[in-house]
């Protein structure tokens, strides 16, 4: 089966106030097929929010590399990683990334214009019903609660239905039963289109759903 994300030898270094520059992830390599659901488990502070943003595209390694779709993008600038992520890659972000100036539909709306779809405003209110929030339209941010900023950040990540969907900690704010709905909403992607799933979680029941489950120990993969 083909890799939809191949990683080799990936490391990432970043200088600190300390005069030894910090790793926080050495020698990375995996590869998973279109498809799979990938869990990344490991201790706060192991890496896996790190990982989740090379893979996606959204920041670059020190060394190593990255194929998306067969696509290099370990040495892409800003500019060709976000043609390359447009359309391809949603990502849920720990700490959600809502734009303020903008309501729940605009912040669902925006990447799938960016991507170039016509039916935005059709699809994101679509994917709002489908997280429950389908009364909350034109609520800004600051106006929901951080259940449902996180609602919309998870309707934002798969309203224009991408091939690899990245999250970290998706249910990280939600009571059981509305993550519990959630989940099922990314397991459906997963099977009804083929969506890759990648997941970072604390949640060992979730982490037991996908196909496969990754461990991060200080910046390295458990064999
Ligand atoms: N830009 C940065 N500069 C310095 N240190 C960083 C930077 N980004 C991350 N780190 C450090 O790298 C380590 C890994 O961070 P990361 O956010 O990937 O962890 P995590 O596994 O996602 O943890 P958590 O479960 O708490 O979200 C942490 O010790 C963090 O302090
Ligand atoms: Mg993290």
């Not at 990683?7 to 390599?29: M, W, Y």
């Not at 990502?91 to 799938?112: H, I, K, R």
């Amino acid at each position: 089966m083909p890799s939809v994300i191949q990683v080799v030898n990936l490391t990432k270094t970043v200088r600190t106030a300390a005069s030894e520059p910090l790793t926080i992830l050495d020698g990375v390599s995996l590869s998973i097929a279109q498809g799979e659901s990938v869990a990344i488990v490991g201790a706060s502070g192991s890496g896996k929010t790190t990982l989740l943003s090379l893979l996606a595209g959204l920041d670059t390694p020190t060394s190593g590399t990255i194929h998306l779709d067969g696509l290099p993008v370990h040495d892409q600038d800003e500019d060709a990683r976000a043609a390359l992520r447009a359309g391809r890659v949603g990502f849920v972000f720990q700490s959600f990334q809502l734009l303020t100036g903008f309501t729940a539909l605009e912040n669902v709306m925006l990447p799938c214009e960016l991507a170039g779809q016509k039916d935005a405003r059709a699809k994101a209110t679509a994917a709002l019903e489908a997280v429950g929030l389908g009364a909350r339209l034109t609520h800004y941010p600051q106006q929901l609660s951080g259940g449902e900023q996180q609602r919309v950040a998870l309707a934002r990540a798969f309203a224009g239905e991408p091939k690899i969907l990245f999250a970290d900690e998706p249910t990280g704010n939600l009571d059981t039963a509305t993550g519990g709905k959630i989940i099922e909403q990314l397991f459906a992607l997963n099977h009804e289109r083929n969506a890759t799933l990648v997941l970072v979680t604390h949640d060992e029941a979730l982490a037991a759903r996908c196909s496969r489950v990754l461990r991060l120990r200080d910046g390295r993969l458990d064999a």
